[in-house]
């Protein structure tokens, strides 16, 4: 095999021209491909980091609460036991919190909005504080300062309201300006309240657009609810890749603790009332999701950009691949009178199959990986430069107002194998060709 | 013109007759071919052009089947064999010289004189290594073991080729014309160099030539005319 892959290198190098262009085109390939895989990564990471910052932890214990067979609120009512209960059994748990839910109007002077209301408390919610970046007031204000105007901790003073730079310019208000939220309480009653903007933070896609946070006391104030109700028991895990087996765990044991649980639904908790209020029941159920279920509407994004990414890489690839047949047809053509010798002097035909694999393989697995790993240094280097987005609708999209891209060694690995194989498979009917070839063309002149 | 030494017979061709399609035509390159060849013969095969020399060559190497009778070679009849045991014949009994060299250009030559020992197996590396370099050493290129066949000569590539050749040990060597493409002095040398492993080896030497110079260094002559043999 060790001559069969020199005979195959040499080959590739003496036709340096035609490998050169092939494997150019095979390289290019694998590097579209490697961002493309990279971007709908990158998707797929804000979109983890956006929900469970802004919307939802890995799992989260939330519930509805049915005064009435037609009338529901999305409460717990016994927030700290389930806590309890939470900490005991999930010990891959890397943090737990509480949030409120609500939903509203936010009216400011100039305009307004409907928005969900996360009631929350910042002392219990490391992640939010990591992840929300303050925007700078030139981001939402004409003519504003190119820095950070309000603090995040302001947020831990009753009152106070986080907004994000979309909204702020919607409601054309800055940090320190009032706004009145106005509500529903859960008897029916209009409930409304000041708050002050202390911070805004940068926009995080989709799911900052309709999202605004409150201290919990100001929810409890708006919704008059009583201290130990919260909207849901948010679970961060370790190992977010064991949300599902999580969830399936705790509702066993919620079961068996007597809390009495809501068939699983992979869509969001606001997408359930209808169903909710629909159904002959009252008081307490619990209802278990994943953050998956929670932004189960926004995977279209993941999903178009997958099935978009995979049919023009399928064109591509279909190119290339006959490229790549087209080519080693006319490189058999050329070596008939050698691949005849190799025949007369004694080599069988699997191995005149396997050299012209190999020479096929060997091109495939240099390009893809030049190809590959061009693509992951050109992701890498994308996503340091924190490149803004300059369009409102592709943030919307990519769940960010920067390019991210997250390179994953292991679609390097698998993009590098695919391209070797499709263009190992591509070569089957030349080599086959090549291994069918008679010793006497190779005789014309004995 | 040397005296042959009478020795078991290692080629037969009974009644060998071979058809090729031409167009909707069919030429018979053979026409009946009765030919014996002894172990350790040196024999050429004479003719105009043609004559048949090459397809008779092309038979006895095991590169093509007679449409018609019995061809033996090496105590085998060819017709019967498979593709699979034809390339092992081949492989172990046979050793080819080509009058355009066929090195495999992207090979050196040491490589090229080993690439038939790699195919055969069974050798250790330093086994092999000693093989080709005795063979080398024979036909006198040990100077140029790393150098491509672009960077050799005529006359240089045509002993690589026979080394290729030898290296086996085959009983049977084939050479169509291999002095056609090299002047006069460096054929001579190359003819010189076969007869000397003919008689070193005892290995059967059959080679076609039109060059009467050769003619009359060979130990037995074969005369084809129109697919028939004539003479010898």
């Given at each position: 095999?060790?001559?069969?892959?020199?005979?195959?290198?040499?080959?590739?190098?003496?036709?340096?021209?035609?490998?050169?262009?092939?494997?150019?085109?095979?390289?290019?390939?694998?590097?579209?491909?490697?961002?493309?895989?990279?971007?709908?990564?990158?998707?797929?990471?804000?979109?983890?980091?956006?929900?469970?910052?802004?919307?939802?932890?890995?799992?989260?214990?939330?519930?509805?609460?049915?005064?009435?067979?037609?009338?529901?609120?999305?409460?717990?009512?016994?927030?700290?036991?389930?806590?309890e209960?939470?900490?005991?059994?999930?010990?891959?748990?890397?943090?737990?919190?509480?949030?409120?839910?609500?939903?509203?109007?936010?009216?400011s002077?100039?305009?307004?909005?409907?928005?969900?209301?996360?009631?929350?408390?910042?002392?219990?919610?490391?992640?939010?504080?990591?992840?929300?970046?303050?925007?700078?007031?030139?981001?939402?204000?004409?003519?504003?300062?190119?820095?950070?105007i309000?603090?995040?901790?302001?947020?831990?003073?009753?009152?106070?309201?986080?907004?994000?730079?979309?909204?702020?310019?919607?409601?054309?208000?800055?940090?320190?300006?009032?706004?009145?939220?106005?509500?529903?309480?859960?008897?029916?009653?209009r409930?409304?309240?000041?708050?002050?903007?202390?911070?805004?933070?940068?926009?995080?896609?989709?799911?900052?657009?309709?999202?605004?946070?409150?201290?919990?006391?100001?929810?409890?104030?708006?919704?008059?609810?009583?201290?130990?109700?919260?909207?849901?028991?948010?679970?961060f895990?370790?190992?977010?890749?064991?949300?599902?087996?999580?969830?399936?765990?705790?509702?066993?044991?919620?079961?068996?603790?007597?809390?009495?649980?809501?068939?699983?639904?992979?869509?969001?908790?606001?997408?359930?009332?209808?169903?909710?209020?629909?159904?002959?029941?009252?008081?307490q159920?619990?209802?278990?999701?994943?953050?998956?279920?929670?932004?189960?509407?926004?995977?279209?994004?993941?999903?178009?950009?997958d099935?978009?990414?995979?049919?023009?890489?399928?064109?591509?690839?279909?190119?290339?691949?006959?490229?790549?047949?087209?080519?080693?047809v006319?490189s058999?053509?050329?070596?008939?009178?050698?691949?005849?010798?190799?025949?007369?002097?004694?080599?069988?035909?699997?191995k005149?199959?396997?050299?012209?694999?190999?020479?096929?393989?060997?091109?495939?697995?240099?390009?893809?990986?030049?190809g590959?790993?061009?693509?992951?240094?050109?992701?890498?280097?994308?996503?340091?430069?924190?490149?803004?987005?300059?369009?409102?609708?592709?943030?919307?999209?990519l769940?960010?107002?920067?390019?991210?891209?997250?390179?994953?060694?292991?679609?390097?690995?698998?993009?590098?194998?695919?391209?070797?194989?499709?263009?190992?498979?591509?070569?089957?009917?030349?080599?086959?060709?090549?291994?069918?070839?008679?010793?006497?063309t190779?005789?014309?002149?004995? | 013109?040397?005296?042959?030494?009478?020795?078991?017979?290692?080629?037969?061709?009974?009644d060998?007759?071979?058809?090729?399609?031409?167009?909707?035509?069919?030429?018979?390159?053979?026409?009946?071919?009765?030919?014996?060849?002894?172990?350790?013969?040196?024999?050429?095969?004479?003719?105009?052009?043609?004559?048949?020399?090459t397809?008779?060559?092309?038979?006895?190497?095991?590169?093509?089947?007679?449409?018609?009778?019995?061809?033996?070679?090496?105590?085998?009849?060819?017709?019967?064999?498979?593709?699979?045991?034809?390339?092992?014949?081949?492989?172990?009994?046979?050793?080819?010289?080509?009058?355009?060299?066929?090195?495999?250009?992207?090979?050196?030559?040491?490589?090229?004189?080993?690439?038939?020992?790699?195919?055969?197996?069974g050798?250790?590396?330093?086994?092999?290594?000693?093989?080709?370099?005795?063979?080398?050493?024979?036909?006198?290129?040990?100077?140029?073991?790393?150098?491509?066949?672009?960077?050799?000569?005529?006359?240089?590539?045509?002993?690589?080729?026979?080394?290729?050749?030898?290296?086996t040990?085959?009983?049977?060597?084939?050479?169509?014309?291999?002095?056609?493409?090299?002047?006069?002095?460096?054929?001579?040398?190359?003819?010189?160099?076969?007869?000397?492993m003919?008689?070193?080896?005892?290995?059967?030497?059959?080679?076609?030539?039109?060059?009467?110079?050769?003619?009359?260094?060979?130990?037995?002559?074969?005369?084809?005319v129109?697919?028939?043999?004539?003479?010898g």
């Open positions: 095999m060790g001559i069969l892959f020199q005979i195959a290198v040499r080959n590739l190098i003496a036709a340096k021209r035609r490998s050169a262009m092939l494997g150019s085109a095979l390289a290019a390939v694998t590097l579209l491909l490697v961002v493309l895989l990279s971007l709908s990564q990158g998707i797929t990471d804000n979109m983890i980091r956006s929900a469970t910052a802004l919307s939802s932890g890995h799992v989260n214990v939330a519930g509805f609460f049915k005064m009435s067979a037609t009338q529901s609120a999305p409460i717990v009512s016994d927030a700290p036991r389930i806590r209960i939470v900490k005991e059994n999930v010990p891959g748990a890397v943090h737990v919190n509480a949030r409120h839910r609500g939903w509203g109007k936010l009216v002077e100039s305009g307004s909005l409907q928005a969900g209301f996360n009631g929350i408390v910042l002392a219990e919610e490391p992640l939010f504080s990591e992840v929300v970046q303050l925007a700078k007031e030139s981001e939402y204000k004409e003519g504003g300062r190119d820095e950070v309000g603090d995040l901790s302001g947020l831990s003073q009753p009152g106070s309201v986080l907004i994000f730079a979309s909204q702020a310019k919607r409601l054309e208000v800055g940090v320190g300006d009032a706004l009145t939220i106005t509500t529903e309480t859960l008897r029916g009653n409930n409304t309240t000041d708050v002050t903007v202390v911070a805004i933070g940068r926009d995080m896609g989709f799911l900052s657009n309709w999202s605004v946070f409150l201290p919990r006391e100001t929810i409890l104030d708006l919704y008059g609810l009583k201290p130990e109700t919260t909207g849901s028991v948010q679970i895990l370790e190992d977010e890749a064991q949300s599902e087996a999580t969830m399936a765990h705790l509702r066993g044991v919620l079961e068996a603790e007597g809390f009495i649980l809501m068939e699983h639904q992979a869509v969001p908790f606001w997408a359930k009332f209808e169903n909710v209020n629909n159904e002959d029941w009252t008081g159920k619990l209802d278990l999701t994943t953050w998956e279920d929670e932004v189960s509407y926004l995977t279209w994004v993941v999903r178009g950009l099935t978009i990414s995979f049919f023009l890489i399928a064109i591509l690839v279909f190119i290339i691949a006959v490229g790549i047949m087209n080519t080693m006319i058999v053509r050329e070596r008939t009178r050698e691949i005849g010798t190799l025949r007369a002097v004694g080599m069988p035909r699997v005149v199959l396997w050299m012209i694999l190999i020479e096929a393989l060997v091109l495939g697995a240099v390009a893809s990986s030049v590959a790993l061009a693509g992951a240094a050109l992701c890498l280097g994308i996503d340091a430069a924190a490149v803004e987005v300059p369009s409102d609708a592709v943030r919307v999209i769940l960010s107002d920067t390019l991210h891209l997250v390179v994953v060694p292991r679609q390097i690995a698998t993009a590098i194998v695919v391209f070797t194989a499709i263009t190992g498979l591509a070569s089957l009917v030349p080599a086959f060709r090549a291994s069918r070839l008679q010793p006497i190779a005789m014309q002149s004995i | 013109m040397e005296d042959s030494v009478p020795m078991s017979a290692i080629v037969t061709l009974s060998v007759k071979k058809d090729y399609p031409l167009g909707k035509l069919t030429v018979r390159a053979l026409k009946g071919i009765d030919l014996t060849i002894s172990t350790g013969e040196f024999t050429t095969i004479a003719g105009p052009s043609g004559s048949g020399k397809t008779l060559l092309n038979l006895v190497g095991c590169v093509d089947v007679a449409t018609e009778g019995v061809v033996t070679v090496a105590g085998q009849e060819t017709g019967k064999l498979s593709d699979r045991e034809l390339t092992k014949l081949r492989l172990h009994k046979l050793g080819f010289i080509f009058q355009s060299f066929n090195l495999i250009p992207v090979l050196d030559m040491f490589q090229n004189v080993e690439f038939p020992l790699l195919l055969q197996g050798m250790t590396k330093a086994e092999r290594h000693k093989r080709v370099r005795d063979i080398v050493d024979r036909v006198g290129l040990t100077d140029q073991l790393r150098q491509r066949p672009n960077e050799l000569s005529g006359g240089q590539r045509q002993r690589v080729a026979i080394a290729r050749a030898l290296v040990k085959p009983q049977i060597v084939l050479a169509d014309e291999p002095t056609a493409n090299l002047d006069s002095a460096t054929g001579s040398s190359i003819i010189d160099l076969m007869k000397e003919n008689e070193q080896d005892q290995t059967t030497f059959i080679f076609s030539t039109h060059d009467p110079h050769v003619m009359e260094r060979a130990g037995r002559i074969v005369k084809l129109d697919g028939l043999v004539v003479a």
